[in-house]
């Protein structure tokens, strides 16, 4: 049985424990709030884009581009977002086992976005072409980079599609890992309740009816939106992912903090059974003490 001490140490111990997990509780409640918002509101603007990408391929006279057929290229380029930082629960793992479930087929190039990224794909030995560390919050010109390599990449030829790998956010509980194709064009699933349209079956849907006016013209405008389009979906799959880890970190270390708590009380009570168990002790001995010199 541990001595008072020892308990006493282990009860200090925690509390410490406690007071680190709650303030890092606090900080991660605070940038989840402004991720959940930044996340939020670039969906509107994404999917506004989406309805005039739909609008401008019915418009244009020549609405054949690249981006919306598979490159000449027989591998897989698969762009990885993940945290820079751990305690954030099974985030990361969840992410990762979504990805390695997939069964990608033939040759598949990695790029990376966080250092949990990195350090995973690193230790199962995949081939890594490139990493771009992203600063919190994220700023859609410190993206730019990685969009124009990846589209760069897949004009030239060296890949047939490129997908992200990424976390939904749905709500402050629930994250899903998610494994969306960027290129060729495709409809993509965002925010978990909202679906894009599909570019290429534009002319069934009711957005490409809308009375747009573009200039100088429909063709030209098409050909300038498709790369903006694919940065811009790229962005708000990093906020999607920014808000699931910022969730998740918040959530974990709540959790830590109650376990804490939790653990404080058993060894309270479990502190003062060994107290009354010595003092019941002694009392016996002076009793027993007493009753032999009588």
Same mark, same amino acid.
């Given at each position: 049985?541990?001595?008072?001490?020892?308990?006493?140490?282990?009860?200090?111990?925690?509390?410490?424990?406690?007071?680190?997990?709650?303030?890092?509780?606090?900080?991660?409640?605070?940038?989840?709030k402004k991720a959940q918002d930044q996340a939020t509101?670039?969906?509107?603007?994404?999917?506004?884009?989406?309805?005039?990408?739909?609008?401008?391929?019915?418009?244009?006279?020549?609405?054949?581009?690249?981006?919306?057929?598979?490159?000449?290229?027989?591998?897989?380029?698969?762009?990885?977002?993940?945290?820079?930082?751990?305690?954030?629960?099974?985030?990361?793992?969840?992410?990762?086992?979504?990805?390695?479930?997939?069964?990608?087929?033939?040759?598949?190039?990695?790029?990376?976005?966080?250092?949990?990224?990195?350090?995973?794909?690193?230790?199962?030995?995949?081939?890594?072409?490139?990493?771009?560390?992203?600063?919190?919050?994220?700023?859609?010109?410190?993206?730019?980079?990685?969009?124009?390599?990846?589209?760069?990449?897949?004009?030239?030829?060296?890949?047939?599609?490129?997908?992200?790998?990424?976390?939904?956010?749905?709500?402050?509980?629930?994250?899903?890992?998610?494994?969306?194709?960027?290129?060729?064009?495709?409809?993509?699933?965002?925010?978990?309740?909202?679906?894009?349209?599909?570019?290429?079956? $534009?002319?069934?849907?009711?957005?490409?009816?809308?009375?747009?006016?573009?200039?100088?013209?429909?063709?030209?405008?098409?050909?300038?939106?498709?790369?903006?389009?694919?940065?811009?979906?790229?962005?708000?799959?990093?906020?999607?992912?920014?808000?699931?880890?910022?969730?998740?970190?918040?959530? $974990?270390?709540?959790?830590?903090?109650?376990?804490?708590?939790?653990?404080?009380?058993?060894?309270?009570?479990?502190?003062?059974?060994?107290?009354?168990?010595?003092?019941?002790?002694?009392?016996?001995?002076?009793?027993? $003490?007493?009753?032999?010199?009588?």
């Open positions: 049985m541990p001595s008072t001490r020892d308990i006493r140490r282990r009860i200090k111990s925690v509390k410490s424990t406690a007071q680190i997990t709650k303030a890092m509780q606090l900080v991660a409640a605070a940038k989840m509101n670039g969906r509107a603007y994404a999917e506004t884009m989406n309805k005039i990408l739909v609008a401008l391929k019915e418009a244009a006279e020549d609405a054949a581009h690249p981006y919306f057929d598979e490159g000449k290229g027989s591998k897989t380029l698969v762009l990885v977002i993940a945290s820079d930082k751990g305690l954030c629960g099974a985030l990361n793992t969840n992410l990762f086992k979504k990805l390695l479930a997939s069964k990608l087929e033939g040759d598949v190039d990695y790029l990376t976005i966080g250092r949990k990224a990195t350090q995973t794909l690193g230790r199962l030995r995949k081939n890594i072409v490139a990493d771009f560390p992203i600063k919190d919050p994220a700023k859609f010109t410190d993206l730019r980079a990685a969009g124009n390599f990846i589209q760069e990449r897949f004009r030239s030829g060296e890949y047939k599609k490129v997908l992200v790998a990424f976390n939904n956010f749905i709500n402050t509980v629930t994250v899903v890992p998610t494994l969306e194709q960027l290129l060729p064009v495709d409809k993509v699933q965002l925010g978990g309740k909202r679906s894009y349209e599909d570019p290429k079956t $534009a002319d069934v849907h009711a957005a490409s009816k809308l009375d747009y006016t573009f200039e100088p013209s429909a063709n030209a405008v098409f050909e300038g939106i498709l790369p903006q389009y694919v940065n811009n979906t790229l962005f708000q799959m990093l906020l999607e992912a920014r808000a699931s880890e910022h969730s998740s970190r918040m959530v $974990a270390m709540k959790n830590a903090t109650d376990n804490a708590k939790q653990m404080l009380k058993d060894l309270t009570l479990e502190y003062n059974k060994v107290r009354q168990a010595a003092i019941t002790s002694e009392l016996l001995e002076i009793t027993t $003490a007493k009753l032999a010199l009588e």
